[in-house]
Nanobody, 122 residues
């Protein structure tokens, strides 16, 4: 069993940066594919960024060039560096872990963080 704890969200202005982190307790972090999902109010939860255990990454088109996902396996921690934030980035961001090689669907997610709210004012 893995417990994921998200942190780092907040209320910021357009253009500001935030750094989210997700600490994982339990074994097996280095073998998990990890991701950040975002869910805006009234919308479906969607995959924003993901990283495999082999360091391959995926980025939603809207965040390419602005967001960077990374992981520190020694510390069992996942990060999301969010630069040049825009109002459309406003969402609850959830850390997610999968025992799969990589993440393609939510059905493949085995563990979820509680979520951290990112709100970007115009």
């Amino acid at each position: 069993q893995v417990l994921l704890v998200d942190s780092g969200g907040g209320l910021v202005q357009t253009g500001v940066s935030l750094s989210l982190s997700c600490g994982a307790s339990g074994s097996g972090f280095s073998n998990n594919a990890m991701a950040w999902y975002g869910q805006a109010a009234g919308k479906e939860r969607e995959l924003v960024v993901a990283i495999t255990r082999g360091q391959s990454t995926y980025y939603l088109d809207s965040v390419k060039g602005r967001f960077t996902i990374s992981r520190d396996n020694a510390k069992s921690t996942l990060f999301l560096q969010m630069n040049n934030l825009k109002p459309e980035d406003t969402a609850m961001y959830y850390c997610a872990a999968s025992r799969r090689i990589h993440i393609t669907t939510e059905e493949e997610i085995d563990y979820w963080g509680q979520g951290t709210q990112v709100t970007v004012s115009s």
